[in-house]
């Protein structure tokens, strides 16, 4: 019986492929119309790059198949590459089998000729080869001679060696001289950047993976989760660290007190906040997003299942606000922390009175899924969409009070600076823009990365921070593996920050708006400082990262791992 895939199978696949490939909205679109969380499939059981080896074995299968039903007893030790991957995908058997007996046919005119030509010139080859052998001959009898001379001397042997090792460290001392040149200059890369004319710096990750690595008694190792953990936030007021996972829990470690559980590390108090009753492998549990309101009191998730719920610090559940019905992508506190803000993939956003339990109001302008959502104040607020649309909303008002349109692609991300007085946005278009309430269009266009720009950061610097006398930055991370810094008061870009190999995900700032955190999906975080754009720190972990963020105190940093754990990270310079 032929073996077979179902389309349930078949949408599985594709969904990891999204989700590893860094696809996630494609990823929680699919997921939500497929039904991927009813599926049966134990993800578990799927290894990474279930598809691409799928497509490859399928591709392979159809070219042995091809090559093998036109293949005599003596082609059979050949390469029966012949054909191209294209060709197998838009070709059937038969017509690959054609062109399986036409190349072979001219493979064996060209061995043909190739034999006459050997013919004629074998007598020659085989004068050429006697005559290397023969060389061969004479090089080893000479080198026989020199070892029985070498041998009759006795001190000889002894003056040599001692000259070896200082020929050795000439040559070592000449590499060392060249190193520290290139390294001088890739300084020189750095602190030669002009803010008009500005060159992207080259950050050496070979350089500073050895020289700034954090070392182990640095690092404090969270484990317990069961699945990726895609967020993580402190507590604004405590050492409590919060973390949310496709395992369909969030946690709450209490990283005060030092204990002998080996599990943590070192730290024993952690709380499970489970999203689900029971075991389950359904995805639509998964904790996408959380935020502590601004007293550290109440902890707020939003699940893929479209539900938010509010958690006090002892781990008991406090609400549960169900209104969507798509999952949640984002949720936020306002400053005052009487409303909970969502943004959902059923294309709205809604304002929750977080004391009454109930929906204060929904906001349905979108044309499709709302990605992001951030609070202006304590009762305006922006939201992005896959639908290339920003709109800013007032609670109370029917329609959007501002609407911001410019993007080309999906907005991924949006920021109100300190002041409430500019927002920034990130969209797949590789472009990110600064708006102002007072302008319909953007103020600055700032397009520089190459590839989709996932997320953006605001600096804590600048007038309405406690650093007001340091420059206000706005910080980009992108696919195309680079962060980028940009003066948002002249829209230009002051440094590009090239130390990561993969999309990196996550970016935050120190509290005293001195430091830079990046993670990325190859597996490493660096720590930029922002007075020059170079690396101080660095932390490889083993899997990719997918949020960084510091402690109110700046001395601790917290990063979530796709290899189910939590890093926690001792700063100091």
């Not at 409430?420 to 823009?433: E, R, T, V």
């Not at 340091?470 to 195309?480: E, G, I, N």
Request: glycine share 8%; with cysteine.
């Amino acid at each position: 019986m032929a073996t077979s895939i179902t389309s349930v199978e078949l949408n599985f696949l594709v969904f990891r492929y999204l989700q590893e490939s860094g696809f996630t909205h494609s990823a929680f679109a699919l997921g939500y119309e497929a039904g991927i969380n009813k599926s049966p499939i134990d993800g578990n059981l799927v290894p990474p790059g279930a598809l691409i080896t799928f497509v490859q074995k399928g591709l392979q299968f159809l070219e042995m198949e091809a090559n093998m039903t036109c293949q005599s007893d003596t082609d059979l030790d050949e390469d029966f590459s012949f054909l191209q991957p294209l060709d197998l995908i838009t070709k059937d058997v038969y017509q690959l089998r054609q062109m399986v007996k036409e190349k072979k046919r001219n493979l064996q005119k060209d061995r043909d000729k190739d034999k006459e030509n050997g013919k004629e010139h074998e007598g020659e080859h085989t004068r050429v080869r006697e005559k290397e052998k023969h060389e061969r001959e004479k090089e080893r009898e000479k080198d026989k001679e020199q070892t029985v001379k070498d041998k009759q001397p006795e001190k000889q042997p002894e003056k040599q060696p001692e000259k070896q090792p200082d020929e050795r460290n000439e040559r070592d001392m000449d590499t060392d001289q060249e190193d520290r040149e290139n390294v001088k200059h890739e300084g020189n890369g750095v602190s030669g950047v002009n803010h008009e004319g500005v060159e992207p710096m080259d950050i050496s990750t070979d350089l500073t993976s050895h020289a700034f690595q954090i070392p182990s008694s640095d690092v404090t190792i969270l484990e317990g989760h069961t699945s990726e953990v895609c967020a993580c936030a402190w507590s604004p007021t405590g050492s409590l660290l919060a973390s949310g996972s496709g395992d369909s829990t969030a946690r709450i470690w209490n990283l005060s007190d030092k204990s002998s559980v080996s599990g943590m590390n070192g730290y024993s108090s952690v709380l499970v906040l489970k999203h689900v009753k029971g075991k389950t492998n359904e995805k639509s549990k998964d904790v996408t997003t959380l935020d502590w309101n601004g007293e550290g009191t109440l902890l707020a998730t939003g699940s893929y299942d479209g539900q938010a719920r509010v958690w006090n610090v002892n781990g008991e559940l406090r609400s549960t606000l169900s209104k969507h019905k798509g999952p949640i992508f984002s949720l936020k506190w306002n400053k005052k922390g009487d409303y909970l803000l969502t943004g959902s993939c059923d294309k709205t956003a809604i304002v929750w009175d977080v004391k009454s339990e109930e929906c204060k109001q929904q906001f349905d302008f979108h044309g499709g899924p709302t990605l992001d959502v951030d609070w202006r104040n304590n009762n305006s607020f922006a939201t992005s969409s896959t639908d290339t649309m920003i709109h800013v909303f007032r609670i109370g008002e029917p329609r959007p009070i501002k609407t911001f349109a410019g993007h080309q692609g999906e907005v991924n991300c949006v920021k109100w600076d300190p002041t409430g007085s500019l927002l920034a946005s990130c969209s797949d278009d590789i472009s990110a823009k600064i708006w102002s309430m007072k302008n319909d269009k953007y103020v600055h266009d700032l397009r520089q990365h190459s590839k989709e720009i996932y997320t953006i950061r605001w600096s804590p610097t600048g007038p309405g921070t406690s650093n007001p006398n340091l420059q206000l930055v706005l910080a980009s991370a992108s696919f195309d593996s680079t962060v980028k810094l940009w003066d948002v008061e002249q829209g230009k870009l002051l440094y590009s920050l090239n130390g990561h190999r993969e999309p990196v995900y996550s970016v935050a700032f120190s509290p005293n708006g001195e430091y830079l955190a990046s993670g990325s999906l190859d597996r490493s975080m660096h720590i930029w400082s922002l007075k020059d754009g170079k690396i101080v720190k660095t932390y490889t972990g083993y899997g990719g990262i997918f949020e960084v963020c510091w402690n109110k105190e700046g001395d601790k940093i917290a990063s979530c791992f796709a290899n189910n754990r939590v890093c926690v990270l001792d700063f100091r310079m």
